[in-house]
């Protein structure tokens, strides 16, 4: 009896009071409603799969269904895991800002007013300033009552603790611009580490997407030659073309949920002539697309694979001006995130010399600044103008169209109006769009060798499965002929092997389609670049999907007849 309970006790702290138990617990309480939801689904499908087809194509279903569940659970556990980044870029653009704020020694009420007036932080950043200002002015709190008041209502609990460590270093008189130097230090350097754990954890999970994509590739070819095997193809393949849609639709809209992308492209109020083309262009393309699809259906066309091919390549070469106008667009954004640090920086000496925008602007117009020196110009001649100076540099932000020169530039404009160090102030914001720049081109890295492999591993997907295609067309067109030439009590045993050219023409079209929209949606939802480049990525996939289809469909038709002529 001592035995049994010795062994009992072993077994409860190795295996039920474990840590490994304890977290498998708590992340099955924590996604409990996700888990009842999968297991539901499930029970749905396998049910359906065991009343609607035989034996093999069944119990090969349920294993699908349930192997894709764990995989799609693990897939959003390691996609929560990326956007997992404690310290958010707007606090470290905070820290910066008041940085240079604070070089100018102004009231601590115009330091955090500053802040909240901000267009660019987000809402739960700008309305925390924004009150902590209005207890402080209007309803008679003290600054350190105020923060303590205010850090309680904090998004995270690295800007509570931030402002909780304000708030002291304030009610003892400390030194704030020495305590803003620390915090940014070491909140920027945490931020920094956890951006490259998010890299390396991005590139395994990519690399995820492109293998599923690969396996779910080979699982529907299987499919389809399964259901010439023990028959019912139309209805086997059709189901396992909506799990396999449905599954790379999931993990692409997980992908889109969850990444947290680099800063780039900023919205500002005023769009220039070359968004508005972008926008109209590839509208345009977009409506093409869902007409097309429409008649499609509609007429029966999607049972021609030859027309669905030549559909696919117009519309992608309707949306390729829209497509290359994006990466004009993002071309140009990235120059004037390379040289605005060096603009920034020396600009901020010449007006720590000569406090005159105009004078000190004017020798900085005849350096080598790529594009920016366009936008420079123009701000210049509205400088002479006297148009006032903050609409002009919010102007100059707007034609940008970039985030982090736009950030710079209200972070500067504050400074001046403060009368703020602006050498120091210059260096200061030169220095932290420079590391921000080189976090971005680490992810640009990740994201150019994604997509080159993603492209690759679609032109696969798409030959792939039209040699099935072409060769289960070719072999039942074989069967046939040799059930002709055979008794016909015999014949009836070929005849599970009967499948339809139509149906395989649609079954291949519908699966590349939604294949092509859900690879569009994965490399949109990764991309570091302009909110537009969607255009350019279904523009790609589209004349890839298209261009593969119509070239493979008759070099697979000729090159497998010519093997199996002499079969026939």
Not at 10 to 16: A, S
Not at 361 to 369: H, M, T
Not at 526 to 550: E, K
Request: glycine residues 6%; charged residues 15%; hydrophobic residues 50%.
């Amino acid at each position: 009896m001592s035995k049994k309970r010795r062994l009992l006790s072993i077994l409860r702290e190795k295996v039920v009071e474990s840590s490994a138990t304890r977290r498998v617990i708590y992340k099955v309480t924590a996604y409990k409603w996700i888990i009842a939801a999968i297991v539901v689904a499930d029970s749905l499908i396998i049910y359906y799969a065991i009343t609607a087809f035989p034996y093999p194509a069944s119990l090969l279903l349920g294993i699908l269904v349930v192997l894709g569940s764990f995989l799609l659970v693990f897939y959003f556990t390691a996609l929560k895991r990326i956007g997992i980044i404690p310290v958010s870029e707007d606090l470290v653009f905070i820290l910066v800002h008041l940085r240079c704020l604070i070089t100018g020694n102004p009231p601590l009420t115009a330091l955090l007013g500053k802040i909240g007036e901000t267009p660019f932080y987000r809402k739960k950043y700008s309305g925390m300033f924004q009150k902590l200002r209005n207890l402080i002015k209007n309803w008679g709190y003290s600054a350190p009552e105020a923060i303590r008041l205010v850090s309680r209502e904090a998004p995270s609990k690295v800007d509570e603790m931030f402002l909780q460590r304000l708030a002291a270093i304030v009610a003892t008189g400390g030194d704030i611009k020495e305590y803003l130097r620390i915090e940014y230090n070491t909140l920027f350097a945490e931020y920094v580490a956890a951006y490259t754990r998010m890299i390396n954890i991005l590139r395994v999970v990519l690399g995820i997407y492109t293998t599923l994509l690969a396996a779910l590739t080979f699982m529907l070819a299987n499919l389809m030659l399964l259901g010439m095997i023990f028959g019912g193809f139309t209805e086997l393949v059709m189901t396992g073309v909506t799990s396999i849609g449905f599954a790379l639709m999931s993990m692409a809209t997980l992908l889109y949920l969850f990444m947290r992308k680099p800063i780039f492209e900023s919205k500002p109020k005023w769009r220039s002539r070359l968004l508005v083309l972008i926008i109209l262009l590839g509208l345009t393309g977009f409506f093409s697309f869902a007409i097309m699809i429409a008649y499609l259906v509609i007429s029966l066309k999607i049972f021609d694979m030859e027309y669905v091919s030549l559909s696919l390549v117009l519309i992608g070469v309707l949306l390729l001006p829209a497509g290359i106008l994006v990466k004009i667009h993002e071309s140009r954004i990235n120059e004037y995130d390379i040289f605005f640090p060096a603009f920034i920086r020396s600009y901020g000496e010449q007006m720590a010399v000569v406090p005159n925008m105009i004078e000190s602007l004017k020798p900085l117009l005849i350096a080598e600044l790529g594009k920016l020196k366009g936008l420079l110009n123009r701000i210049y001649a509205r400088l002479i103008n006297r148009v006032d100076p903050r609409i002009a540099w919010a102007l100059f932000a707007d034609e940008s169209s970039s985030e982090m020169v736009t950030r710079g530039t209200y972070i500067f404009v504050d400074t001046v109006e403060v009368g703020g160090d602006l050498a120091e102030a210059g260096a200061l914001i030169s220095d932290h769009i420079n590391e921000i720049y080189r976090l971005r081109a680490s992810y640009v890295q990740v994201f150019k060798t994604f997509e080159a492999t993603l492209y690759l591993m679609h032109l696969t997907t798409v030959i792939l499965l039209i040699f099935v295609g072409s060769f289960i067309n070719i072999f039942t067109g074989i069967i046939a002929s040799l059930a002709e030439s055979i008794p016909s009590e015999y014949a009836g045993l070929l005849g599970i092997f009967a499948v339809s050219p139509i149906n395989i023409s649609l079954v291949t079209n519908i699966s590349l389609i939604v294949t092509t929209i859900a690879n569009t949606l994965a490399l949109y939802s990764v991309n570091p670049g302009s909110r537009y480049a969607i255009f350019y990525y279904l523009s790609v996939m589209l004349i890839i999907t298209g261009s593969a289809i119509y070239i493979g469909y008759f070099a697979m038709q000729g090159l497998i007849g010519r093997l199996v002529a002499p079969i026939s």
